[in-house]
């Protein structure tokens, strides 16, 4: 399985529909939604997750079983993380999103993969924790041709990422680092 966590920062929500609507229904990946502490109403922007979501978008709750298929919605910051393909959830902490992240390195290694939407997220630094154990970090190209929308280019570099990580799984190659599009 695939472990996608997507940070959204408040200049990222214009993102949102750009990004989902890349994602198919039977997407090889289990993602999980996390929101910048500095987004003001949550709500709306998981609204706008389901919305613009082909996947089937769920509440995370604790023990929640990670599927493929199906977006975890974190809408608050809350200390959160994956073991043996279940969220954990407990009380508040202020590193919960290191915390996490880190518990998708561990569970998920080279098939972690983190994307940014929007420039002002709290835990930028903080996805490059799935680096350090062989995942990917994508973030909006700056670089995007003419005519292309940087957010749309970005969602379809996130789902021919998780199909080239899920062949090298079929065949069971487990070291090598894939390279990004």
């Known amino acids: 399985m695939i472990g996608l966590v997507v ?13 989902f609507d890349q994602f198919p229904r039977d997407f090889d990946a289990a993602v999980i939604v996390v929101l910048d502490p500095g987004i003001g109403d949550a709500m709306r922007v998981l609204a706008l997750v389901r ?12 023990s929640l079983p990670l599927e493929t298929g199906s977006i975890f919605a974190l809408p608050t910051p809350q200390a959160t993380r994956v073991q043996r393909l279940q969220l954990r959830i407990g009380p508040s902490a202020s590193n919960w999103l290191d ?5 998708v390195s561990i569970e998920f290694n080279w098939r972690a993969v983190g994307v940014l939407l929007g420039q002002r997220f709290e835990g930028r630094e903080a996805l490059k924790i799935l680096e350090t154990s062989g995942g990917r970090v ?7 041709p003419a005519g292309t929308c940087p957010h749309r280019e970005l969602g379809r570099r996130v789902v021919a990422l998780v199909e080239r990580l899920r062949n090298r799984e079929r065949l069971g190659v487990r070291a090598v680092k894939p390279s990004v599009p």
């Open 51 to 62: 919305q613009s979501a082909r996947m089937r978008v769920v509440h995370a709750v604790e």
């Open 7 to 19: 940070g959204i920062a408040q200049d990222g929500v214009d993102a949102i529909p750009a990004v």
């Open 99 to 103: 915390d996490l992240l880190a518990s």
């Open 138 to 144: 994508l973030f909006p190209s700056v670089r995007t």
